[in-house]
């Protein structure tokens, strides 16, 4: 399912430290739909999240709603960036969206996934 990485990949310490690695050396990243939730323990070289004060967009939270997982997936990713102190920006539900903030490339949902990776290959 496209909630997958909010399952393992926000909690795996390998996935964690590559992100960190990436992000550290420069390096661009690139995350769509539900994937920025792996971010939640990612923090940059100042030791705070590296989402805080950056814009960015994921999977919404209504979108979720109209899914009905709400009340299913670990943490709604919208709600989580927000409480790092992310600036969460985002297009209408279902409509193509990405923001890229620095080095740091984020897509809303699956329509945004060509448009991700574009904005990811033009950052290399």
Same mark, same amino acid.
């Given at each position: 399912t496209w909630d997958g990485p909010l399952w393992d990949l926000a909690e795996d310490k %390998?996935?964690? &430290?590559?992100?960190?690695d990436f992000a550290a050396a420069g390096?661009?990243?690139? +995350?769509?739909c539900h994937a920025p939730g792996v971010l939640r323990h990612v923090l940059g070289t100042d030791g705070k999240p590296l989402v805080a004060g950056r814009k960015v967009t994921? +999977?919404?939270?209504?979108?979720?709603? %109209?899914?009905q997982l709400t009340k299913i997936v670990p943490f709604l990713v919208?709600?989580?960036?927000?409480?790092?102190g992310a600036e969460f920006l985002s297009g209408p539900d279902w409509a193509?969206?990405?923001?890229?903030?620095?080095?740091?490339v984020t &897509?809303?949902?699956?329509?945004?996934s060509v448009a991700t990776a574009k904005a990811l290959l033009s950052l290399l």
């Open positions: %390998a996935s964690i &430290g590559l992100i960190q390096k661009p990243v690139g +995350f769509v994921s +999977f919404t939270n209504s979108e979720e709603d %109209a899914v919208e709600t989580e960036l927000k409480s790092l193509e969206f990405v923001v890229t903030d620095g080095k740091l &897509g809303q949902n699956p329509g945004s």
